[in-house]
C-alpha cells in the first residue's frame, strides 16, 4: 500500500453505506408523527458507527389503558426502543443492518477489519490486497453481495488460469468478505460456503543444499556480511525477516543460543510469524562467523543496512549471484530453512526441530521426516526382524 492512497476504497455510489468509523455507543429517542390516518410513534437512534436510522413503531395509542392489537402508547414505543439499543450493544443487530450492501464496499471493511483490527502482517494485507485488485473486485465489484450465487462463484473460479492453490486462496479471501458482511451488515447470505474448493495436491518434494554446498555457497559470498548471513540461514533455519530483525542483545556467545524475537517484512517490525518467541541453537561455526562481523559495543542490528535494515531484494539478488559464482543449482533463499530442517530431522527428535523452526503445529515439520530418514533407521528395522 502506498502511502498516498487511502487505507479502503471508499463507496462510489449513493445507495451504498460509507465505511463509518466506531464514535460511541448507540443513542436515540422516540417522537410521535401526526399522520392522516392519526398518530405514529417513530424511533430516531445512532448505531455505534455513528450512522442515524429513523424507523416506524407503530399507529400510537393516546387513549388510557391497554392499547389494542397493532397499537402502541409511548411506554411501549420506549420499550422497543431501549430493546434497539441493547441489540447494538450486544452486537446481536448489526451497525448497517437493512441497508444495501455492495461487493466493493464489503470487501473493503474486511480488509480494513483485517489490517486495523487484527492487525495481520504487512505482507499478509500486502498479498490480499492484490488478490481483490487483480481478481475479486474486477468480476464482483459492482454487484450486491445477495446478487453473487454459488453456481457464479463455481464457474469464475474454474475458468481462472491460475494454480490450485491462488484459486483456493481466492475462494477463502471470499469466505472472510462474507463473514465479515455477517457481522456489519447482518446478511445471512453466503453463496460461498457451499463453493466446491479444487483439490490441492500436498508435496514433500524438498530442493535443500547439502553440507559442502552450503560451505561454497558461503565461500562465494560478496561480502563476509553476506556469508555471515547464509552461514547463519542455513545453520539455524531462521526466516530472511529474522535474520534481518535480529540484534546483538538475541545473540548469546555463552548460552551458545540464538532468540528469535523479531521479524523485518520490509516496511516495519513485526512478531515472528508463529507469534512466539523462540530459541535456536548456536553453532560453533555460526558464531565464529557472527563474532567476525561483532564490534566491540554490540549494539542494534546484527545485519544492518545503510540505513537501518537490509533490502529483501537486493539481498536475494546477491544470494543469486553468489549461487552462480560457486556454481550451485538455483534455489530460494527459503531453500536454506529447509536445508537446516532435513539435515537436523535426522541427528534429533521431530519435536526438536519443530521448536527450533518455530511451527505452531507438528504437521509442519512432519514434512520433514519424509525426507530425511535416520542413519540408523535401516539396522533398527534388520535387528527387529532378526
Known amino acids: 500500500m502506498s502511502r498516498t492512497s487511502p487505507p479502503y476504497r471508499m463507496a462510489r455510489r449513493a445507495d451504498e453505506p460509507q465505511l463509518l468509523p466506531f464514535i460511541g455507543p448507540p443513542s436515540g429517542h422516540i417522537f410521535c408523527v401526526q399522520r392522516q390516518s392519526g398518530p405514529v410513534w417513530f424511533a430516531k437512534y445512532r448505531t455505534g458507527t455513528g450512522r442515524q436510522i429513523q424507523k416506524k413503531i407503530g399507529p400510537a395509542w393516546t387513549r388510557r389503558g391497554t392499547p389494542p392489537a397493532g397499537y402502541v402508547n409511548q411506554a411501549g414505543a420506549q420499550r422497543w426502543l431501549e430493546a434497539t439499543l441493547e441489540q447494538i450493544r450486544v452486537r446481536t443487530l448489526p451497525p448497517l443492518a437493512g441497508t444495501p450492501a455492495r461487493f466493493e464496499t464489503a470487501a473493503a471493511e474486511w480488509l480494513r477489519h483485517i489490517e486495523h483490527d487484527r492487525r495481520r502482517k504487512p505482507t499478509t494485507i500486502r498479498g490480499y490486497r492484490m488478490a481483490l485488485d487483480t481478481h475479486l473486485l474486477p468480476r464482483f465489484g459492482g454487484l450486491l453481495l445477495t446478487e453473487i450465487t454459488t453456481e457464479e462463484i463455481e464457474r469464475w473460479v474454474a475458468g481462472l488460469d491460475r494454480t490450485a492453490a491462488t484459486r483456493v486462496k481466492l475462494i477463502v479471501c471470499l469466505s472472510g468478505i462474507y463473514h465479515r458482511a455477517r457481522r456489519v451488515w447482518g446478511i445471512t447470505y453466503d453463496p460461498v460456503d457451499d463453493v466446491q474448493r479444487p483439490p490441492l495436491k500436498p508435496t514433500y518434494d524438498l530442493l535443500v543444499y547439502s553440507t559442502d554446498d552450503i560451505h561454497r555457497l558461503v565461500a562465494a559470498a560478496a561480502s563476509q556480511r553476506d556469508a555471515a548471513i547464509y552461514l547463519t540461514a542455513a545453520f539455524t533455519g531462521l526466516r530472511m525477516g529474522e535474520l534481518l530483525a535480529l540484534e546483538w542483545r538475541d545473540v548469546d556467545f555463552d548460552r551458545c543460543v ?129
Open 258 to 386: 540464538v532468540r528469535v524475537r523479531g521479524s523485518w517484512s520490509g516496511t516495519e517490525l513485526t512478531v515472528p510469524k508463529s507469534g512466539k518467541v523462540r530459541s535456536v541453537p548456536l553453532a560453533t561455526q555460526v558464531a565464529g562467523a557472527l563474532a567476525s562481523l561483532a564490534c566491540d559495543e554490540r549494539t542494534g542490528l546484527v545485519f544492518p543496512g545503510r540505513n537501518g535494515h537490509l533490502d529483501r531484494r537486493a539481498l536475494r539478488r546477491r544470494f543469486h549471484l553468489a549461487q552462480e559464482a560457486a556454481g550451485l543449482r538455483r534455489l530460494r533463499f527459503h531453500d536454506l530453512r529447509h536445508s537446516f530442517a532435513t539435515t537436523m530431522v535426522g541427528h534429533t527428535s521431530i519435536v526438536r526441530v519443530q521448536e527450533w523452526m518455530g511451527h505452531s503445529d507438528l504437521h509442519s515439520t512432519l514434512r520433514y521426516l519424509h525426507y530425511t530418514p535416520r542413519s540408523d533407521d535401516a539396522h533398527l528395522v534388520a535387528r527387529a526382524f532378526s
